[in-house]
């Protein structure tokens, strides 16, 4: 599991990309270089990361469900993930 500082870190830059969105997407298609330098760094989305919802951990990231490999496994046995059962032939 992640910590919370790291944790927190990443909620704060997925609100930073949010709210700087559509000043970037101006500038940028304006050619306005410097004032895009101006703006804060944590709201570029190259920024974000992929991690976990639920623990934070940035490897083994599901993109489809948001979750790591960890928790989809735990979440799939336990029926919680509808529709995904665990194969067996």
Do not use: H
């Not at 046995?77 to 509808?82: C, E, H, Q, T, V």
């Amino acid at each position: 599991m992640a910590k919370e500082s790291i944790k927190a870190r990443q909620k704060k830059r997925e609100r930073m990309v949010a709210q700087y969105a559509e000043k970037r997407a101006a500038l940028k298609a304006a050619g306005e270089w410097q004032a895009l330098d101006a703006l804060p760094k944590n709201s570029s989305s190259v920024r974000l990361k992929n991690r976990c919802q639920l623990t934070g951990r940035p490897k083994g990231y599901m993109r489809f469900f948001g979750v790591s490999r960890v928790m989809f496994r735990e979440m799939a046995l336990n029926g919680k993930i509808p529709g995904v059962k665990k194969a067996s032939w």
